[in-house]
């Protein structure tokens, strides 16, 4: 299956500031990368969908100005989370549009943390 | 939109077999998985099913039955390591995004 890292693994920030978390494909050109978050025990729930070379499409009820994605290459995304909040802590996670359909696999995630 | 259920919790025998089961209500459907997700882990893949019927990967098989909108998981010789938490997941008509139920917490005692 496709492999995908995720930096950092974890992360543990004050309020009010801003995190960074990278999602990289490292065999293979991922031109759409899904973004997901999982609070304490529930789902994954989709953010967002990232396309390399343009903008972010975002789900209901997420704000984008908060949520910054950018897809500059076909091998990294990366998600920042601008002034952190408590109630942004939370599992995040990548996942590439694969190239099978079957294939749908995920980074390892980054907990972050805001206190 | 979509709504995926399935049970959330089970608790199952070292050695047994568990059923997992899912239904689901979608404005389309292009596929159903269904993941493995460990405490504080990321999901791994377990199934894909996009035609109806049986599809058997060693201990585990999963079953898809498009016109009922269900699916169920089967878990066989259960081992202490399937405790975990197990995601069923469809994929709507257009796209490749994934919308999960909330997960079944599976806990296999001795």
């Known amino acids: 299956g496709a492999v995908v890292s995720q930096h950092p693994s974890w992360v543990i920030c004050k309020s009010g500031t801003s995190v960074k978390i990278e999602c990289r494909s490292l065999?293979?050109?991922?031109?759409?990368m899904f973004w997901y978050r999982q609070f304490p025990k529930q789902s994954l729930m989709l953010m967002a969908t990232?396309?390399?070379?343009?903008?972010?499409?975002?789900e209901q009820g997420v704000e984008k100005d908060k949520f910054l994605i950018n897809h500059a290459s076909l091998t990294l995304s990366t998600l920042t989370v601008t002034s952190a909040h408590p109630e942004d802590s939370s599992f995040y996670i990548c996942?590439?549009?694969?190239?099978?359909?079957?294939?749908?696999?995920f980074g390892p995630g980054t907990r972050l943390t805001v206190t | 939109g979509q709504n995926i259920d399935q049970p959330t919790e089970m608790t199952a025998t070292e050695g047994a077999i568990v059923q997992i089961n899912c239904t689901y209500q979608?404005?389309?459907?292009?596929?159903l998985f269904w993941y493995q997700q460990h405490a504080g882990e990321a999901p791994t893949f377990l199934s894909y099913?996009?035609?109806?019927g049986l599809e058997e990967k060693g201990r585990f098989s999963s079953f898809l039955s498009r016109s009922k909108g269900y699916s169920y998981l089967l878990l066989k010789e259960l081992q202490m390591k399937d405790s975990a938490s197990y995601l069923c997941?469809?994929?709507?008509?257009?796209?490749?995004?994934?919308?999960f139920g909330k997960g079944t917490s599976l806990l296999v005692t001795p």
């Open positions: 996942s590439p549009k694969p190239d099978l359909p079957y294939e749908q696999y």
């Open positions: 065999d293979f050109q991922a031109t759409t």
């Open positions: 990232s396309n390399e070379g343009s903008k972010a499409t975002y």
């Open positions: 979608t404005s389309g459907f292009n596929g």
């Open positions: 099913n996009v035609l109806d």
């Open positions: 997941a469809v994929r709507g008509a257009t796209g490749y995004a994934l919308n």
